[in-house]
């Protein structure tokens, strides 16, 4: 099963504003990945974290690898209507590194 | 783009029946891994190819098999559908071994009446 948790499940913002959302873990993550995924397409990598205390920013997508290696953390700034989409965090597997374990995904939903 | 590419886009087809589903990686992928992803369920792993070589499995029916090519690209077939085998279908390549920084196609959804 997904050993990974996504919060919240969904939001509504408002266009503009700054959205945060979190992705924790009972074991340990070498790597965590954020992913988009919009209607009927397939997810898209945003971020790629590789060391714990890492930030990094793609546009106005920043993340953070948490230190304690089990939570990660996806900020989008200044929200605009193509932001809607499900945010997936992910990464390899703790048992089994060949696959990457997937949270439930965080859904955004945009009022213009 | 991510340079993934499967086909068929779509898929209708009766109970019972056996499909398949293809995709090629992007160029100099070694790895393909194929996903369900069902309404209520999420992303799912099923199994993994590197290099033509079964890796992993994930909890994939003993209907479905898959293979991988000399050339690379993977087919996924699932036999003796049923209605719940609906769903969006997604082939993932990296270049490595390891599942990091996968890169996801368009997806196959695959409706079965």
């Known amino acids: 099963g997904q050993q990974l948790n996504q919060s919240p499940q969904s939001m509504f913002i408002q266009e503009g504003e700054d959205v945060s959302m979190n992705c924790t873990s009972s074991?340990?993550?070498?790597?965590w990945l954020w992913y988009k995924q919009d209607p009927g397409e397939g997810p898209v990598l945003l971020i790629a974290?590789?060391?714990?205390?890492e930030l990094t920013s793609n546009g106005r997508l920043t993340a953070q690898f948490g230190i304690t290696r089990k939570d990660s953390f996806l900020n989008i700034s200044a929200s605009i209507p193509s932001d809607v989409g499900i945010y997936f965090c992910?990464?390899?597997?703790?048992?089994?590194?060949?696959?990457?374990?997937f949270g439930a995904g965080t859904t955004v939903t945009v009022r213009a | 783009d991510s340079g993934v590419t499967q086909t068929p886009k779509h898929l209708i087809t009766a109970t019972g029946q056996r499909v398949t589903l293809r995709c090629s990686p992007r160029?100099?992928?070694?790895?393909v891994y194929w996903y369900q992803q069902s309404l209520d369920q999420g992303l799912q792993f099923l199994i993994q190819?590197?290099?033509?070589?079964?890796?992993a499995k994930g909890n994939i029916l003993e209907r479905f098999s898959a293979q991988q090519f000399p050339d690379l690209h993977s087919e996924l077939n699932l036999s003796s559908l049923e209605l719940g085998d609906s769903a969006l279908y997604f082939c993932?390549?990296?270049?490595?071994?390891?599942?990091?920084?996968?890169?996801f196609g368009p997806g196959t959804r695959l409706t079965v009446l």
């Open positions: 993932a390549s990296s270049i490595r071994l390891a599942g990091n920084e996968q890169f």
């Open positions: 074991s340990i993550f070498n790597t």
């Open positions: 974290l590789y060391k714990a205390g």
């Open positions: 992910a990464g390899p597997d703790p048992v089994n590194d060949y696959k990457l374990s």
């Open positions: 160029s100099g992928d070694l790895s």
């Open positions: 190819y590197y290099n033509g070589e079964e890796r």
